[in-house]
């Protein structure tokens, strides 16, 4: 499919089917950890980038089958870029609810939300995860590379306003880069700005994948956790980690999942795999994790040749290697 990917394991959503509103990048921001690469212009309009009606037909396609929409737990709307940008998202929000009862999620970097469009389309959602990198206009700035028509102050504003109006769960998203929104003032900022939000939980992140520009550095595991710490202790609100304790793991083995791949073709398997691959880096051990391949080893056998044929990269980032 062109525009549905997964079900991918997500450790915040549970198992995710992805739906990608475009085919190529289109945001208003430029974030240096961005693991969907660099963008060439900032877009701040919204438009029609791609046909709702073609999105719309592979959710059809999807929920036709029984036995794949049980392997779903939620359907999460994100895009290569900002999918607040497309003017069919609210129409392609409601179609999910009309024909499936799971909970529809939507990733968004939260620079839309002063729009009473934007807020009205989301609302319907069961579930909103925005972003808010820093609350310092320089932090702001060197993080997220904002286009000129994207104001910080605005963008607080926004996010402020829909937590008081949005009715489903709000899980706010802060991504830290390692010396460039990390420091004493900016963790300062971001908890004086979010004070007045209604959040329902935060996730705290950090450069986990492969990122646009390699100076873009994670936080060191205990920084993070003792962040974590604080935010909680401050604001009140339960705050997650990208990590979780080793005796979590099993629970990210759904055998839904390992149940579905053994009715696909090894060639189906394949694309799928080369279409999560289109909208975000992972390794051997997430890929493994979503399709149960057999292993790791497996899953690199499988790949080489896509490798050797420049079809895919191999890219080692923080000791781990990286398939995109």
Same mark, same amino acid.
């Given at each position: 499919?062109?525009?549905?990917?997964?079900?991918? !394991?997500?450790?915040? &959503?549970?198992?995710?089917?992805?739906?990608? &509103?475009?085919? =190529?990048?289109?945001? *208003? &921001?430029?974030?240096?950890?961005?693991?969907?690469?660099?963008?060439?212009?900032?877009?701040?309009?919204?438009?029609? =980038?791609?046909?709702?009606? /073609?999105?719309?037909?592979?959710?059809?396609?999807?929920?036709?089958?029984?036995?794949?929409? #049980?392997?779903?737990?939620?359907?999460?709307?994100?895009?290569?870029?900002?999918?607040?940008?497309?003017?069919?998202?609210?129409?392609?929000?409601?179609?999910?609810?009309?024909?499936?009862?799971?909970?529809?999620?939507?990733?968004?970097?939260?620079?839309?939300?002063? %729009?009473?469009?934007?807020?009205?389309?989301?609302?319907?959602? #069961?579930?909103?995860?925005?972003?808010?990198?820093?609350?310092?206009?320089?932090?702001?700035?060197?993080?997220?590379?904002?286009?000129?028509?994207?104001?910080?102050?605005?963008?607080?504003?926004?996010?402020?306003?829909?937590?008081?109006?949005?009715?489903?769960?709000?899980?706010?998203?802060?991504?830290?880069?390692?010396?460039?929104?990390?420091?004493?003032?900016?963790?300062?900022?971001?908890?004086?700005?979010?004070?007045?939000?209604?959040?329902?939980?935060?996730?705290?992140?950090?450069?986990?994948?492969?990122?646009?520009? %390699?100076? /873009?550095?994670?936080?060191?595991?205990?920084?993070?956790?003792? &962040?974590?710490? =604080?935010?909680?202790? *401050? $604001?009140?609100?339960?705050?997650?980690?990208?990590?979780?304790?080793?005796?979590?793991?099993?629970?990210?083995?759904?055998?839904?999942? $390992?149940?579905?791949?053994?009715?696909?073709?090894?060639?189906?398997?394949?694309?799928?795999? $080369?279409?999560?691959?289109?909208?975000?880096?992972?390794? /051997?051990? #997430?890929?493994?994790?979503?399709?149960?391949?057999?292993?790791?080893?497996?899953?690199?056998?499988?790949?080489?040749?896509?490798?050797?044929?420049?079809?895919?990269?191999?890219?080692? %980032?923080? !000791?781990?290697? =990286?398939?995109?």
């Amino acid at each position: 499919m062109k525009y549905i990917f997964g079900p991918v !394991n997500s450790r915040r &959503l549970g198992r995710s089917l992805g739906i990608d &509103l475009f085919a =190529y990048k289109i945001c *208003n &921001l430029n974030c240096i950890y961005c693991e969907v690469g660099t963008a060439s212009t900032s877009v701040g309009q919204r438009a029609y =980038y791609t046909s709702p009606q /073609a999105i719309i037909e592979e959710i059809d396609v999807f929920c036709a089958d029984p036995g794949r929409l #049980d392997t779903v737990d939620v359907f999460t709307v994100t895009a290569k870029g900002e999918p607040t940008l497309h003017s069919g998202l609210g129409q392609i929000i409601r179609h999910l609810k009309r024909v499936t009862d799971k909970p529809v999620a939507v990733l968004t970097n939260g620079t839309t939300l002063m %729009h009473s469009d934007v807020r009205q389309e989301l609302a319907v959602a #069961d579930i909103v995860i925005p972003s808010l990198d820093a609350a310092l206009a320089e932090s702001f700035l060197k993080v997220d590379r904002p286009g000129a028509d994207v104001d910080l102050e605005k963008v607080i504003e926004g996010l402020t306003f829909f937590s008081h109006t949005f009715r489903g769960k709000l899980w706010l998203e802060i991504l830290l880069v390692q010396d460039f929104n990390d420091s004493s003032r900016d963790i300062e900022a971001l908890i004086s700005a979010v004070r007045c939000m209604r959040l329902d939980r935060i996730q705290l992140n950090t450069v986990v994948r492969p990122p646009a520009e %390699h100076f /873009a550095r994670p936080l060191e595991r205990e920084r993070l956790v003792e &962040l974590a710490d =604080y935010l909680h202790e *401050n $604001l009140g609100v339960p705050v997650d980690l990208p990590f979780a304790p080793a005796e979590e793991a099993p629970r990210m083995q759904p055998p839904a999942i $390992l149940e579905t791949n053994r009715a696909l073709s090894l060639d189906e398997v394949l694309e799928e795999i $080369l279409q999560m691959l289109k909208r975000r880096p992972c390794t /051997a051990v #997430d890929i493994d994790r979503t399709f149960q391949l057999g292993g790791p080893d497996k899953v690199e056998q499988l790949l080489e040749p896509f490798v050797n044929s420049g079809v895919l990269q191999r890219q080692n %980032h923080e !000791n781990t290697c =990286y398939y995109q």
